[in-house]
């Protein structure tokens, strides 16, 4: 059973760099799946920040592409977020998740509370 | 990509059916690619529908999923008290990129 776990700072300073790391168990990151992230602002809807697959090719949100980069470490079975020049609008939940073309995602990390303040 | 249009909230007595529309899902090519998830306050989404009628194993039948025109929905048949939470839907969009709709809040009189 696949099993995904977040980490990463809980607070950013403004301007700052938000870096995220989620940890695959219980599957292989090079099977045929995409791995995504998504945040939720408090009291707020979920959006898709977008997703890396094995071989490294990413998709990015529009609205984020320019900050944003993602990576997969296949060796350690785990993939990464940036986001870059963040403000207190980036101050949200942000969980990884495992997604196939077919369900989407079908599996999610419990998510960590990310505060961008000084 | 703009979240999908759903309504806010929407309520039922227990045992009743409530019916939760998303909008706009023609805009994208793979327009059968819809899924739907549960979520609950302090808690990761449970998938609960995907290709707009499918079951993931687990989850009862009362949860139902169509299409029509430019609209998914999905209806939850003889509530419970445990249905209460947040539903979103989701649309794939293409090129390994989704979409979720605004949310909407069922609550269980």
């Known amino acids: 059973q696949v099993r995904l776990q977040e980490s990463g700072p809980g607070l950013v300073e403004p301007s700052g760099t938000l870096s995220l790391t989620c940890k695959v168990s219980g599957f292989s990151i090079s099977g045929t799946y995409h791995w995504g992230w998504t945040r939720q602002p408090p009291g707020k809807g979920l959006e898709w920040i977008g997703s890396v697959y094995h071989s490294g090719s990413t998709y990015y949100s529009p609205s984020l592409k320019s900050r944003v980069i993602m990576s997969v470490d296949k060796a350690k079975n785990e993939f990464s977020l940036n986001l870059a020049s963040v403000t207190a609008a980036d101050t949200a939940v942000y969980s990884c998740?495992?997604?196939?073309?077919?369900?989407?995602?079908?599996?999610w990390g419990q998510g960590v509370l990310v505060t961008v303040s000084s | 990509q703009s979240a999908l249009p759903q309504p806010p909230s929407v309520s039922g007595s227990p045992g009743q059916s409530v019916t939760i529309s998303c909008s706009g899902i023609s805009n994208y090519v793979h327009y059968n690619r819809v899924s739907w998830y549960q979520q609950t306050p302090g808690t990761a989404p449970r998938l609960i529908l995907y290709e707009i009628t499918t079951r993931p194993s687990g989850v009862p039948d009362r949860f139902s999923g169509s299409m029509s025109g430019d609209t998914a929905s999905m209806t939850i048949s003889g509530l419970l008290a445990e249905d209460e939470a947040d539903y979103y839907c989701?649309?794939?969009?293409?090129?390994?990129?989704?979409?979720f709709g605004g949310g909407t809040k069922l609550t269980v009189l």
């Open positions: 989701c649309s794939y969009t293409g090129r390994s990129a989704w979409v």
């Open positions: 998740s495992r997604a196939s073309l077919l369900t989407g995602p079908d599996s």
